[in-house]
């Protein structure tokens, strides 16, 4: 099946620091990929939706100025937490979409990036 | 999308059938029903979905009744490897990508 890696698996920053996360697509293109937040024991939660050659579409509540995306090929997309604080802390997932397979695997999860401020 | 509802937690034993439900009131004629599960600390997988008709792949099946307003996924014969927070999804499918909306889910505890 598809697959959607993600780099770092794990960081820990500083606050005041920015931290980049990449969401890759291995074996297929992506037009568009989406990024999510999960807390501690809550569901995930949709940020932004990143659209190759485009800019990102953030959700209600989500300050573009700080969570930077670019998507600037069909396998990557990268998320920046600029300035990051503790409330940053969190559980960051990116999930492709997959547009060859219309109604069916849509979308495929990666692993996920535990980002801890310090 | 609809909003759906689910039980937040159920136990099973292993080797018996773990039947999760799922309420989908508002579900439109359009709508999808998607079901996917999260074990702890990794990204959500992808489990079954369906429009109307009951659905069964190698992982589960999907009851979806003849209202649509609920449906029931069904792990066969669970395992331990199947404890996890199962989430149901209501959503269009598009030509073009459309995003997913994560309720709580039902948190599956599968015991020996």
């Known amino acids: 099946g598809a697959v959607v890696s993600q780099h770092p698996s794990r960081v820990i920053c500083k606050s005041g620091t920015s931290v980049k996360i990449e969401c890759r697509s291995l074996?297929?293109?992506?037009?568009?990929m989406f990024w999510y937040r999960q807390f501690p024991k809550q569901s995930l939660m949709l940020m932004a939706t990143?659209?190759?050659?485009?800019?990102?579409?953030?959700e209600q509540g989500v300050e573009k100025d700080k969570f930077l995306i670019n998507h600037a090929s069909l396998t990557l997309s990268t998320l920046t937490v600029t300035s990051a604080h503790p409330e940053d802390s969190s559980f960051y997932i990116c999930?492709?979409?997959?547009?060859?397979?219309?109604?069916?695997?849509?979308?495929?999860f990666g692993p996920g990036t535990r980002l801890t401020v310090t | 999308d609809a909003k759906t509802t689910q039980p937040p937690s159920m136990d099973c034993a292993e080797g018996r059938a773990a039947n999760l439900p799922c309420n989908h009131s508002t579900i439109s004629g359009n709508e999808y029903v998607y079901w996917y599960r999260q074990i702890h600390s990794q990204g959500p997988q992808y489990i079954i979905h369906?429009?109307?008709n009951n659905e069964t792949n190698e992982m589960a099946s999907l009851i979806i009744t003849e209202d649509r307003k609920s449906s029931t996924l069904i792990l066969p014969h669970a395992t331990l490897r199947d404890t996890a927070v199962y989430y149901c999804?209501?959503?269009?499918?598009?030509?073009?990508?459309?995003?997913?909306?994560f309720g709580t889910g039902t948190r599956l505890q599968v015991t020996l």
């Open positions: 999804i209501v959503r269009v499918v598009a030509g073009t990508a459309s995003k997913l909306t």
């Open positions: 369906g429009l109307k």
């Open positions: 074996d297929f293109q992506a037009t568009t």
């Open positions: 999930s492709a979409h997959r547009p060859d397979r219309g109604g069916t695997y849509e979308q495929y």
């Open positions: 990143s659209n190759e050659g485009s800019k990102a579409t953030y």
